[in-house]
């Protein structure tokens, strides 16, 4: 309740006052406690006793007493133990009273009094029984002191329980603190539901906030303007239209312009999605980046760039002429096939990839298309980039805008890992890919095969994340990867199927048809490709004429084939284009009028009238990404329906129909349109999403023939169905609905990353390859050579521990694939490893240095690996993980034994290693050493082989439960060691033994994996133990630690980080120079 002085319930005690309640019913209660009232009436209540002043309740609501309590039901109690610490003074008691008769109803006089002891104060305690079963009930703690007053708790809500069980002990914390809630006002699953509702609000208030907004601003860089260009054959003067603007336009116009021919990529789908990102333009800025796909004269390049920004919010990308069509050819002729899992053997693709000049060309377009970017970025700006032509675009833009928040979008497959990894620059291609901050693919499987590349090649481990994506870290820079296909423009393409001139069409072709006297129509819509498969089209039709021949008077296959031109305008694919004609006209001349090609691009109108009239379509694609057509058809359906509004069209579901035969053109009136199948190659990307399409192998010439066959004579009832369903799904999956999605989980990706303080403007700088940028800014706890220099400049004592295994290869490689991408220098004598050694060598002979290196390989392993070393014996060794050790000035033949080592554990490793030995190609089991069993699979395929690793610890932990040994899992391999066999143990070891002597003021800990974890434990711990050390004259000296892990992010108790052995030689190198003038001027003084 309030306090005397009328204000809010804050914080502190009230001297009088009674308990919160949602529902003010006053009381007024006498000296004996009895009720005199118990109207609704505000009346003014007082408490009072004998001695003590009165103290006055006016204004202070209480609880209802429960009706039940009052008319003295008796059920079964439940034992209550009430616990709650309060400071005192002397002569105070402690009440709990609440809103039952066993807590006083309200009253404190006839409350619970608590009781405490010596032992126990501040902690009072109380029991009482309680009626089982009945509702919340609610309750305070009231002090009362010596001279009569009362003092409430008045900084929180009223506390609650629920009697159940025989016994309940109430831990109620502090007095007039908030203390965990039981349960809600009424029950404890509502204070649930309520939570769970609250954190589902906060998401979607985060998900609302996170869409695109007025303040955001969006760059969409493809490779091609959703444009079409005229050019007016009087003056030259270029002009420029909308895709969908210009989408019932295939002559010539009428003002005389010359419609300029498009290459390739104009026939596909991207240009729709990209175009259809404009609407976007209502709720934020959006601006297009891409080329024209035509050459446009120097001197009208800047009048057209003021044009396109002016009145289309475009900024056009010139390229030369030659350039242009050298980059476009590349594109379309070597990365496209790769992309359609062709694998790179042709004699064209060899030689794009022998010389390095086409790639660097490619390489500098990509930059053509950053420039724009670049010229009108903000910071945060989102940046949207389309496709394999624009590979290199993230790693680009990253380099120069760190802050940009950047979206790659595949609209074709992606290979798997065998052929990806066929491209010599497939490792430059991944990492600029993975400077994004999303990957998007329109199915999972393609997202399955980058993910592969990614962990094949780079060796680069996945896992799942929030909403669905997947995310990979990549030095630090977090990427996510997303599988969403995109969806059609439905509204648009609805209305526009009720315009008359669809209608008018939409008869025409249904004449034309009735001439051909063909009742069952098959269509096909394709760019005449090798990927399209209308070749395994036209042979599977032609197997079904020839399996089911009561269709051959009666199926006619009308396809359509769009002719595509190079960028200098040569048709492309010529021998395909004649293999198609003599399919077609063999197929005339047996089967007469079943095929009808048709070698243009349509016009929308006469498209979807095309296909209105149509019973199935039929894509038959050998590799496919993107593919707008099938929806289109579905679409189509709609065409001149009356029931475009909500639903299909009224569908003949009589039985005749249902088992004979489709419903034909005389069936069907004005209104109603027949139902269409979708028949859709498995290997096509939409063939995964569209409900109720029949998947087929296209290669199976029989099996795809009766797919046909299943469709034509599909019930009605099953068409219908799947008619809805295909309907309901194009409506609700718009490329606005999917842009958006995209937008937002980037936006939500970014501020997550924010929040958990990640510095963007860093590790967004994982620049590789092209850009040369340095590792130094991946991360904010890299390793600061200059604070090490001045920490072991003035420092008197230094114990240096560096772990031997990060300066040599793998001993079980790493992936047979990655391994170029892990350099060392341990493993010959090279420039970097003569270097290290002999900054080594001036490390060790400082007065007050040690110098320890620790080693998991064997004992001969870490000598002949030291071989060069002049100065051995001035350092400390260990191997075997510290199993043998050297100190600093022994000489070589002399090793210590941490411990005894029983070993009959080591036979049942063996049997189990050996078996995964057989199954696993590439890995082999080292049993050299004499405390630990490893099994390595770096040189095996890394995916198997962390599955096989996986079970391998698995069975081994299990196995040997009750032995002295531990189970690890390491960078590649499996090892199993004799118990405290570490290089922690030993580290600790050398601490104590270094403390014994009055410490080290400064500790360097270099590791490289989760196996020297436990080394950096043990030197935290002396960090916190020991701020300070003592010096020979007794002075004092800061203790500076610095542990660091080399080729990854800082994890677990490591401080900072390194990302290359250059880096670490570069480091032990400034020690080296700071330690070699600290001896120069000792001599000098000297």
Known sequence: GKGESGGGGGGGMTRTGSPHSSQPILKVLSRQGSREDVSGNASPAVLSRPGSRENDLAGRPVAKVNASYLCGHENATTAVHLTIAVETELGDRI????????????????????????????????????????SAVEYKYVIVRDDGEYVWETSIDNRMFTAEGAVLHLDDGHFNVESVKLLNKEFASVDRLRAIKSKKIEKIEAFE??????????????????????????????????????????????????????????????????ENLRELRAQCRVIFIGGLGVDVPREQQDAVAEELWGTMQCVPVFLE??????????????????????????????????SEDRWHQYVSVNREYVKPVLQHFNDGDLIMVFDYGLMMTPSLVGARARTANIGFFFNTPFPSSEIFRAIPKRKEALRSLLNADMICFHCFSYARHFLSCCSGLLGLEHRPAKCGMISLNFNGHHVGVRACHVGIDAETIVRRLQEPNVLQQKHVWAGKLRELDKHVVLVGYDDMEPMSGITLKLRAFRAMLRLFPEYRESAVLMQVAIPLHDAR?????????????????????????????????????????????????????????????????????????????????????????????????????????????????????????????????????????????????????????????????CRHNTVFRWAVNILTDMKMERATLLENGEDVARTSCVRVGLVKSSYKEMSSNILQAHLVNAAYNSAKTR???????????????????????????????????????????????????????????????????????????????????????????????????????????????????????????????????VASITWYYG??????????????????????????VEVVLGKCFVRVRHQGVTKGSLVSHIIQHHSSRGGADFVLCLGDDSMDEDMFNVVRDYQHGAQYVKDKTGTQQQV?????????????????????????TSLVGGLSLVAKKKLRSATMLD
């Open 95 to 134: 009440i709990a009273t609440g809103s039952i008769p066993a807590m006083g109803n309200w009253d404190p006089r006839s409350g619970v009094e608590l009781t405490t002891v010596p032992g126990q104060y501040p902690v009072w305690n109380a029991n009482f029984m309680a009626p089982s079963g009945s």
């Open 209 to 274: 906030a996170a869409k695109p907004g007025a303040s955001d601003s969006i760059f969409v860089v493809t490779e091609r303007l959703p444009l079409t260009v005229s050019k007016n054959a009087a003056t030259g003067k270029l002009s420029f239209e909308w895709l969908s603007f210009a989408a019932d336009s295939t002559g010539q116009p009428d003002d005389g312009s010359e419609v300029v021919k498009v290459v390739r990529s104009a026939s596909r789908h991207a240009g729709y999605v990209v």
């Open 939 to 964: 040189d095996s395929n890394l995916e198997f082989g962390q599955i096989q690793a996986k079970e391998l610890l698995s069975q081994l932990k299990e196995t040997l439960e009750h032995m002295p």
């Open 321 to 354: 002429p030659e350039v242009r069509a050298d980059y476009e050819d590349f594109c379309h002729s070597v990365l496209k096939p790769v992309f359609h899992f062709v694998h790179p053997t042709t004699r064209e693709m060899q030689r794009a990839f022998s």
């Open 1040 to 1064: 500076k630690v610095f542990t660091c892990t080399v080729g990854r992010q800082p994890a677990g108790p490591a401080q900072y980080c390194l990302y290359t052995l250059e880096d670490v």
């Open 799 to 929: 114990l240096l521990l560096l772990d031997l295994d990060l300066l040599t290869p793998p001993k079980g490689g790493i992936g047979g694939n990655v391994q170029e991408d892990k350099p060392s220098f341990g493993d010959d004598l090279s420039s970097n490893w003569t270097e290290f050694l002999a900054n080594l060598n001036q490390l060790v002979k400082e007065p007050g240095n040690m110098v320890f290196l620790l080693s998991s390989d064997s004992l001969q392993g870490v000598l002949e690996l030291l071989k060069p070393f002049k100065s051995i014996e001035k350092l400390g060794l260990a191997a075997e993980d510290g199993y043998y050790y050297k100190w600093p000035g022994s000489p070589v033949d002399r090793w210590d034994q941490r411990q005894q080592v029983k070993a009959q554990w080591k036979e049942v490793c063996s049997l189990l290693m050996h078996t995964y030995k057989e199954r696993t190609t590439g890995s082999w089991v080292d049993e050299d050493q």
């Open 569 to 729: 305008g040569n048709l492309a694919f010529p021998d395909y284009v004649n293999e198609v004609q003599e399919l077609v006209d063999d197929m005339n001349l047996t089967y007469p009028g079943s095929v009808v090609i048709m070698k243009q691009k349509m016009s929308f109108t006469d498209r979807v009238a095309l296909f209105s009239n149509a019973d199935i379509l039929v894509n038959c694609a050998v590799r496919h990404g993107l593919s707008l057509v099938p929806f289109e058809f579905v679409l189509a359906r709609l065409a001149g329906s009356d029931a475009v509004a909500d639903e299909a069209p009224d569908i003949d579901a009589s039985p005749t129909a249902a088992h004979s035969r489709p419903a034909t053109r005389d069936d069907l009136s004005p209104k109603q349109n027949k139902m269409g199948t979708l028949i859709l190659s498995e290997f096509t990307a939409c063939s995964h999403v569209i409900p109720g399409a029949l998947r087929t192998n296209p290669w199976r010439e029989e099996e795809c023939a009766r797919v046909f066959i299943k469709s034509l004579r599909q019930p009605a009832h099953e068409r219908e169905h799947w008619q809805q369903q295909q309907l309901a799904w």
